[in-house]
């Protein structure tokens, strides 16, 4: 597929713009955008077709950028408002709606200790298979994720499409899915880890949140919301709500439904929170610098499952 940005004679007095190349990867897990300036704001009819080719692919794959903390703020604003990341330890540049993602003490410079216990919890939470803030009623909708500093080996990003994952489900299986309650909460995964539970004012604030377990959306197309922090299933025994939990999650994750960013300096990748699952893959964290910028696009509405909103 190409979409066609304009490609004008210099002559004519217009604006040469080359043209957007969107190259949809042979699994049909995202695509990769070439032919476009992501540095300048966006024309409408660039942002537009890039609007498009998300919906359709759900990850978007970018090379080579030089973005600045500003422009990725407003590349990202263009798909909605954005989340702000309080501490402002984790901002980059003091902007909160920017996270780094990293082992790197800001401060400092220098990688942070292996085994700060805030360190430590956030590589093991971001290591398993997760949905950003599932365990909010509102979920974030996208994230854009923007390499400055990778290692040299590891360090990759795995990515589970779980519309594609449903699709494949037999008709029996999605009828007997659609109308399940999941219950997702941020604590599961630290229980799941064996990590110490948070202090209670923190755990009020982030309180479990009821989903959809088949989450459908605006354009008709359904996916697993699942992840580390799912708890529960309403009706089932925690055992079998587990049982049930893991097998989609294998069916998510097989090979077929799954793509691996190697990253390198300069990519940027934005993917749809709601249907696309991930993980970190592990690198050197003691030796080895790692060092994204991440900004994510809020949720504005609850989930709605396969017959609208759930009671
Ligand atoms: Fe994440």
Known sequence: MQSGAGNLEPESGNLLMAEITITPRATGIGAEVGGIDLGKPLPDKSFEALRSAFEAYRLLIFRNLHWTVD?????SEKFGALEDFPDPKDQAEGHKTVLRVTNIDRATNTIKPVDDPGHKSFTLGTSAWHIDSSFRTLPSKASVLYALEMPEDGGDTMFADTTLAYDSLSEDRKRALENLVIVHDFEETRRRHKLPPRPPEVQAATPPARQPLVAERANGRRALFIG???ASIEGM???????????????????????RHEWKDGDMVMFDNICMMHQAMPYDLAKSRRLL???TVAGDAP???VNG???
Request: with cysteine; aromatic share 10%; hydrophobic share 30%.
């Open 309 to 311: 909103p759930i009671a």
């Open 71 to 75: 422009q990725q703020v407003a590349y």
């Open 303 to 305: 989930l709605a499952g």
């Open 228 to 230: 580390s922090h799912a």
């Open 293 to 295: 910028h991440r900004t």
């Open 237 to 259: 025994t925690y055992e079998d709500a587990r049982t049930l939990i893991d097998e989609l999650e294998e069916i998510c994750t097989q090979p077929a439904y799954t793509y």
